[in-house]
């Protein structure tokens, strides 16, 4: 097992190592260009949240004077201070998008006061005038509508009137989700359900595919999700011939036929705003945040279920939701244990604050938050 | 204790072999860093292959990983900070290896002790710091040893196999963790990020002046020599590697075994418990799933790479924090997918286990003369 060669080979690559290590010094950043990092919870390539970001980082690519630093599967603990840090020290990065959420506090907090030279946008919304650091910031959409038009979608393709919702944790960003999808369907025929099903993580495969199959033995026939990588949902779904309606990124290529329409994140829009500025010196702004309207987020296109008079009724709805000021959330809205959540009168459109807090699920839900 | 006593009287009495070899324990100190270090060399060579056949340059490589693990300050302290959680969590699976126990349950008991040094710290906030952190670090250590001593409870007094047992009841102490973080201790304002309440900047272990470095480096580095010294050097540290050697040898000289090994694994689950703590203290100042990082698991890693010599374990975890560390940088220089690394640490660990059918082979490294 172990020969003269294998020593010499070990030896002459130990040996290498070495003499190039002490060569290699830290890369200068070229002389106008700017290097920007970005990083990943998981893999560029899960047809979900970290793709939305990472399509959207190779079309900056295409753009002059850009130099693309990546790294995936950072987990959010101190690593990413590391990942964060290595970017700055080792490859020259100025702009750094941090893309996950739990990697603001308190992680690139620490990083940003570490570097007062270095940008950082946070993609989360989480970024406070009078607590945080001016050199960072916070960019984020509002997709409920999103999933909104994706219930008109899955209203109107169902046909047992049940429709799954496959979610992480019950945060939130996510009941607003939920509830927005719910909504939606409700819109088409008031008489639909969504039975939720809370899998306890942003990535749990296994989870994701048994509630997706529970769904389906419930005689749910359409579901969409809002876990980090659609993929395992998308395809076990349209294995039980389920419709489904994607989240986060494209997923029409996991299942051409049953694929309906989906909620995507737009990010080319804010990077090449960030960047722009960068080049042109002026200051970055600390706080962006649109839906629709602002092109932060889009829509897949439709696939072949989804009926044309269906197709007038969503585009009908989403040009008015192009035009601003639209509420999912709107009263009189009951929660699903029957108390009223919000007043006769009352509407919030996205950008209202009360929806940051939400805590309940509205009426035609079927499931439980605690 | 006294068959202890008498085991450590008739091992300080007998004649040892080495008496009439003096340089024996220079040769099998020479042993014990080649093997690993062959093993090593082995690694890198089979990597390098590898490399090639993927068209990628093991020069770049090796250079590069030089570079994001220690060819600048940076990458030192990256290397360092990423190696001190590791420290305890090898010990977790080290002490107990010495009475032939294989534990796996680092993660649970991680994951408890960081929650346990937070809820010892709520109520406190605001007290002197040093009695805080002193609180903290004695509920860690405390929930980290009951965890891995009920594994030793169950092994001792009912036979129950306590791999098994242990990786079962850290499944259950991570549940029981995120239900109370999520639940019952969650901070209401940790709206996305089920947090439980802080324990305030006050109280929060800083880094080494100059330096990036936290003290848990420094603790864990004590805690792997005072293990050695209770291993190697005391009675009880005897009497439990007899155990590990021939459990019914040691049970006939009266040695109170099922004591030895609770007291083994409470041992090794406190420490990983105050890796837990440290993580709170010195780094995200509250528990919640930023603790789950897989420490444990890597504790394993080490420990097996060690084998089991808390004094080894100081280098591995440097060794593989490093790999850590230059991860990212390979990743992004190279295009190397993130898995690279992890194939790099499985290319050492079957190296460096295979390494141990190295020992005793060669006839230069054993004892020379009469024993």
């Not at chain 1, 607003?176 to 409700?186: E, K, V």
């Not at chain 2, 690993?36 to 590898?50: G, I, M, N």
């Amino acid at each position: 097992m172990l020969n003269r060669r294998s020593l010499l080979q070990g030896a002459t690559a130990g040996g290498a190592a070495l003499a190039l290590g002490g060569a290699l010094r830290p890369r200068a950043a070229r002389a106008g260009t700017l290097t920007i990092g970005f990083i990943y919870v998981g893999p560029k390539d899960d047809y979900g949240y970290n793709q939305a970001h990472a399509e959207a980082a190779a079309k900056l690519k295409t753009m002059p004077g850009i130099k693309i630093v990546e790294e995936e599967k950072v987990p959010e603990t101190d690593d990413v201070e590391k990942t964060m840090q290595s970017m700055i020290e080792l490859d020259g990065a100025t702009l750094l998008f941090p893309t996950s959420f739990g990697y603001f506090d308190p992680y690139m907090l620490r990083v940003a006061k570490k570097y007062p030279k270095i940008q950082f946008r946070h993609c989360g919304g989480l970024w406070q005038k009078d607590k945080h650091p001016l050199n960072t910031g916070s960019y984020f959409g509002y997709i409920g509508m999103g999933q909104y038009l994706n219930g008109m979608a899955a209203g109107y393709a169902s046909k047992s009137k049940k429709l799954g919702f496959v979610a992480a944790k019950p945060i939130p960003q996510v009941l607003l989700n939920i509830n927005s999808f719910t909504l939606g369907a409700r819109a088409v025929d008031p008489s639909i359900t969504t039975q939720v099903i809370f899998t306890g993580d942003w990535s749990m495969p296994v989870k994701e595919a048994e509630a997706t199959n529970s769904l389906a033995d419930q005689g749910v026939d359409c579901v969409t999700m809002h876990v980090d990588g659609p993929k395992v949902v998308v395809q076990t779904a349209a294995g039980r011939s389920m419709y489904v309606c994607g989240y986060h990124a494209d997923q029409s290529r996991l299942a051409p036929q049953k694929y309906l329409t989906g909620a995507e994140w737009d990010w080319i829009t804010v990077y090449r705003m960030f960047v722009t500025d960068m080049q042109g010196g002026s200051p970055l702004p600390n706080f962006v945040r649109g839906g629709l309207a602002e092109h932060f987020v889009k829509m897949s296109p439709y696939g072949p279920a989804v009926t044309e008079a269906a197709r007038k009724h969503i585009d009908a709805v989403k040009a008015e939701m192009m035009k601003g000021g639209f509420a999912v959330i709107k009263g009189p809205l009951r929660d699903n244990k029957g108390a009223a959540v919000v007043a006769a009168g009352t509407a919030y459109p996205e950008t209202a604050i009360q929806l940051e807090s939400m805590n309940y699920l509205v009426e035609g839900v079927v499931g439980s938050i605690s | 204790m006294t068959a202890i006593a008498q085991l450590g009287a008739a091992a300080a009495a007998s004649p040892s072999a080495a008496a009439a070899d003096r340089l024996y324990p220079l040769r099998r100190a020479l042993e014990t860093l080649g093997a690993p270090l062959a093993a090593l060399l082995l690694a890198a060579a089979a990597f390098a292959v590898l490399l090639a056949a993927l068209g990628k340059s093991p020069a770049d490589f090796c250079a590069l990983l030089w570079k994001g693990a220690f060819g600048t300050w940076f990458s030192w302290q990256n290397t360092l900070q990423r190696a001190a959680p590791l420290l305890l969590t090898a010990l977790c699976v080290a002490v107990p290896a010495q009475l032939g126990l294989v534990i796996i349950g680092g993660e649970g008991a991680l994951a408890l002790g960081g929650l346990a040094a937070t809820v010892a710290a709520l109520p406190l906030v605001g007290a002197w710091t040093p009695f805080v952190q002193i609180t903290m670090a004695i509920a860690g250590f405390a929930a980290g040893g009951l965890w891995i001593g009920i594994t030793g409870l169950l092994r001792a007094r009912r036979g129950v196999n306590e791999t098994v047992a242990s990786l079962v009841l850290s499944y259950i102490g991570i549940a029981l963790f995120n239900h109370l973080v999520e639940g019952p201790l969650r901070d209401p304002a940790s709206l996305n990020k089920p947090s439980t309440w802080g324990i305030g900047d006050a109280n929060m272990i800083g880094p080494v002046p100059g330096t990036e470095l936290h003290p848990g480096l420094a603790v864990g580095v004590i805690a792997c020599v005072l293990c050695w010294v209770l291993i190697f050097r005391t009675s009880t540290g005897f009497a439990a590697r007899v155990t590990g050697g021939n459990l019914r040898a040691a049970q006939l000289q009266g040695l109170p075994v099922a004591r030895l090994i609770v007291l083994a694994c409470m041992l090794g689950g406190g420490f990983a418990g105050l890796a837990g703590m440290m993580e709170v203290a010195a780094v995200n100042g509250r528990a919640n799933a930023s603790l789950l990082a897989g420490y444990g698991y890597s504790g394993i890693l080490i420990a097996f790479l060690a084998r089991h010599n808390p004094l080894a374990i100081i280098p591995m975890a440097v060794l593989l924090g490093g790999v850590g560390a230059a991860g990212g940088l390979l990743q992004r220089r190279m295009d190397l997918p993130d898995a690279t690394v992890v194939v790099l640490q499985g290319f050492i660990f079957i190296a460096i286990l295979a390494s141990e059918t190295l020992y005793g082979r060669f006839a230069w490294f054993q004892p020379r003369g009469k024993a």
